[in-house]
């Protein structure tokens, strides 16, 4: 009998798929996406990660490092995946879902009353532009700034933006890049100073949580994370999740 209890107990324990893992997610603070850990709004995909992994026994923690050391945590397999990023060439070996988990546009921003604007190419050529350090901003912007011999005048650390906005209005810069949202959700409080767009990318990039390569389940990750953003979205969950960060579905 007590053989047979025993037997029965690992029957059980199997049954559950992944209890004992622990994800541990990782990115720079990047609201609306990833906020603060502690805070009641961590962040829309940090709360869409636990939604999907924990009812599957996967515990998800949330770590706020520097753009550049997250990505190396990630790399190297010290931490299990980086919240929103893009499917770049130099992270072919990564895991990604095949169902995304957000869309954003990339705008330049310039101090009120400026009349620069970004117009392609020729609109960069002299200009100083504040980027974040390891940041891409995707084709068209990253090709814009690379070809036009922009001046770019980078800024490290979890409180970047906040440093770009500071050069802004100290005029060492013409203008800063940034993903809209971003820029909306950090300036939100009332009494913010907010600063001219000056023009957009054309297109919105697709933006992922992505998985380690060094990580075996990683593809089970992703794929998880994959069929549980369908879900949602079917359900209707999703729609409420955005709604509390005053975001629509990307689709």
């Known amino acids: 009998m007590r053989r047979l209890q025993s037997v029965l107990l690992l029957v059980c324990l199997a049954a559950v798929p992944g209890r004992a893992d622990t994800l541990k997610l990782v990115t720079d603070p990047w609201c609306p996406f990833a906020c603060q850990p502690d805070s009641d709004r961590p962040g829309y995909m940090i709360e869409l990660a636990r939604a999907v992994f924990e009812p599957l026994g996967h515990k998800v923690d949330y770590e706020v490092q520097p753009f550049?050391?997250?990505?190396?945590?990630?790399?190297?397999?010290?931490?299990?995946g980086f919240v929103g990023v893009l499917r770049l060439p130099k992270r072919a070996s990564w895991f990604f879902p095949a169902e995304p988990q957000g869309e954003a546009r990339v705008c330049f921003y310039t101090k009120a009353g400026a009349s620069w604007s970004y117009?392609?190419?020729?609109?960069?050529?002299?200009?100083r532009i504040g980027t974040v350090h390891a940041y891409n901003y995707g084709d068209e912007v990253e090709a814009a700034l690379k070809q036009s011999g922009a001046r770019l005048d980078p800024v490290a650390g979890e409180d970047a933006l906040r440093l770009n906005l500071d050069k802004l209005r100290a005029e060492r810069i013409t203008a800063l890049v940034e993903y809209e949202p971003v820029?909306?959700?950090t300036l939100r409080l009332p009494g913010s100073q907010r600063p001219r767009q000056a023009g957009c990318a054309a297109r919105a990039d697709t933006l992922y949580i992505a998985f380690s390569p060094k990580d075996p389940k990683s593809a089970d990750y992703a794929r998880q994370l994959s069929d549980g953003v369908a879900a949602m979205r079917r359900d209707g969950r999703l729609r409420t999740l955005l709604a509390r960060y005053g975001l629509k579905d990307w689709r």
């Open 68 to 80: 550049a050391r997250a990505e190396q945590s990630v790399a190297s397999g010290q931490a299990s």
């Open 119 to 127: 117009d392609g190419i020729a609109s960069l050529v002299g200009q």
């Open 183 to 185: 820029l909306d959700w």
